[in-house]
């Protein structure tokens, strides 16, 4: 069986890198929807179950966690069946999970479900960040992921800030049934275009393999420090945002509403990086992007750990996005780097790491909470999220070994 890498992608047009980015990225908002659709209404679903805030927001763990450890599987699975083929499969199972979740009848069966769309939604981002390593030159590969990752960042804006607002109306049950129709539209959207454009034929999966791509990628220190980076950026950044609408409630500055708009205003963070980074790779570089993205996300913990005013916080959670996408998009890309044959298998231990960070967060940012404050435990993430880019930026890019 052959066990060559793709082939150099040739220097494909403007228009075919708008097009990827679309139909990937629509797939990609897709599944951002679903991730922190929840986060805003975690006091609505403790009060309709008739348990605690500290309980449901257990529910990102739950989510994060399947997503994290079915990287391993998908990953190389996808490289050997075709990315997209396992991006669509991923989309239908992640609708049936989503409105499983509408109709759960109590909070255990709704843990069950955000599990299952966890592990569903582990298959979309990882594998269509890997397909731009496959098809998109290095030199144009960060501005082109960084444009992925604006329909990622819509799609966390959309869940995080309309839930908050359309749960009025809508529930979260609601909220989790429209979350699964705009799924449905992106799965549609991505196996169309892969008709017309058909995939490379698919090989018979491997496992000695997989776990030879997966050996040699872990005997590279480079790839590790970005692995562990990655972990602790997703456990430092995304700890609190369960506890946010609790935490405003507290201070009388708002609830579920005003959650929902900090996430909005954490998106337009990374909307801005999308549009800053042409400017920002070429005129400060990749390491220095990574030291500042690390500074203005630490700002920005500081700044929502001190504010007494609301604006303060949306200030705050601007900060923070604006710096942790610099930060994450420019690992991502280093990432791409370390196994050009076997992208799909670095993606996975990248969005692994990352979502494993993700899922012990809010435990131990509540736990930390309840020991020593709010603004301790704020003040905390922020010097950790400042010397993991300091610390990814000292590191060279990975030399590829697999």
Known sequence: MSDTPPAAPMAPTAAQVGHLVFVLGLAGFSSALTTRALDPL????????????????????????????IQP????IGDALGKRLVMILCASLLVLALGFGALAPSLPT???????????AGGITPLALATFGDS?????????????????????VAGGALSGFLAVHLGWRGILAACGVVVLVGAVVLWRDSRRHPAPPARRFDLS???SHYKSILSNPRALRLFAGVAAEGLLVFSMFPFLAALLDLRGLGGTAEAG?????????????????PLLVRGIGQPNMMRFGGALAGCGLLLVG???????VLAGTLLLGLGYFMLHNSIQVRVTEVAPKARG?????????????QSLGPALFGAAQAWIGTLPSLAVCAAGILLVGLWLAHARRPAPQA
């Not at 679903?45 to 257990?58: G, H, M, P, W």
């Not at 709704?110 to 569903?120: D, E, M, Q, T």
């Not at 998109?136 to 966390?156: D, H, K, L, N, Y």
């Open 110 to 120: 709704l843990f069950v479900a955000r599990i299952l769309a966890g592990a569903a």
């Open 136 to 156: 998109v030159p290095m030199a144009e590969r960060q501005v082109a992921m960084s444009r992925f990752m604006a329909w990622t960042i819509g799609g966390q």
């Open 42 to 69: 975690l006091v609505n679903v403790a009060a309709d179950f008739n348990t605690t805030v500290e309980r449901t927001a257990l529910l990102a763990s739950a989510f994060a966690l399947p997503y994290a450890l």
């Open 73 to 76: 599987i998908l990953g190389p």
């Open 306 to 312: 001190l504010a007494g005013a609301l604006p303060a």
């Open 209 to 211: 393999v997989a776990l």
């Open 261 to 277: 708009m900090a996430l909005g205003i954490f998106g337009l963070g990374g909307f801005a990086y999308a549009g800053l980074a």
């Open 345 to 357: 298998s670095a993606m996975a231990l990248h969005a692994c790491s990352f979502f494993l960070g």
